[in-house]
Nanobody, 123 residues
């Protein structure tokens, strides 16, 4: 079992930045690929970014490339999402996810999910 707890969400003006964190506990963090998903009001949850177990590979949704950066610290059992140049369309609940398989995680078929943290970008 893996427990995931997100933090760092909030309200920011367009063009601003936020850094989300996801702290994992309960199992060996380095065994899992990690990712972030988001869900806007009235929309389905969508993939944002994923990072491999070692941190050596990452995949981004086209909508966030060049603006968001994922990283992980296996010593601290934490994954981060640095979000720059935020846009109103980035508004939503951001979920951290974990899965043993990198490909499965990108498809949203994740074994573990956090409870989510709200990000609101005002125009």
């Amino acid at each position: 079992q893996v427990q995931l707890v997100e933090s760092g969400g909030g309200l920011v003006h367009a063009g601003g930045s936020l850094r989300l964190s996801c702290a994992a506990s309960g199992s060996t963090f380095s065994r899992y690929s990690m990712g972030w998903f988001r869900q806007a009001p009235g929309k389905e949850r969508e993939f944002v970014v994923a990072i491999s177990r070692s941190g050596g590979s990452s995949v981004y949704a086209d909508s966030v490339k060049g603006r968001f950066t994922i990283s992980r610290d296996n010593g601290k059992n934490t994954v981060y999402l640095q979000m720059n140049s935020l846009k109103p369309e980035d508004t939503g609940v951001y979920y951290c996810a974990a899965d043993a398989q990198f490909a499965q995680l990108q498809r949203g078929r994740c074994d573990y999910w956090g409870q989510g943290t709200q990000v609101t970008v005002s125009s």
